[in-house]
């Protein structure tokens, strides 16, 4: 039993061009080239997040800071803190939010913009 070939569909009409989408007034673009290619980064603030109250004021400090994605070397550098410090606030941040991850912090988070996050 031989499979006869079969003929590559057409598609009907012709192709849509795409839909332009309004950018937010907000979003920021820059664009830089390396080895030839050319790249863009899109930037736009983060909606605001109402803290719990009992978060320490450090503590909310370190939480801001990881919402904005930065790493614990980092928030403890422009904080003038050590690593340890940033690291034992997190650890008292997840026990008191019942979270257990930096995701699941910031999901949390950005579930409930302008809302507390708990």
Do not use: W
């Amino acid at each position: 039993m031989t499979r006869q070939p079969t003929a590559p569909s057409k598609r009907r009409g012709t192709p849509k061009p795409p839909t332009e989408l309004a950018a937010p007034a907000e979003l920021a673009a820059r664009s830089f080239e390396v080895d030839g290619e050319r790249y863009a980064i899109l930037s736009f603030p983060l909606p605001e997040v109402e803290l719990p109250t009992e978060l320490s004021a450090a503590e909310r400090e370190v939480v801001q800071r990881v919402l904005e994605g930065l790493s614990n070397a980092d928030i403890a550098r422009q904080r003038g803190t050590s690593l340890n410090t940033v690291a034992n606030q997190l650890r008292s941040v997840f026990s008191k939010l019942d979270v257990k991850s930096r995701f699941e912090l910031t999901e949390r988070c950005a579930r409930k913009p302008r809302l507390r996050c708990v």
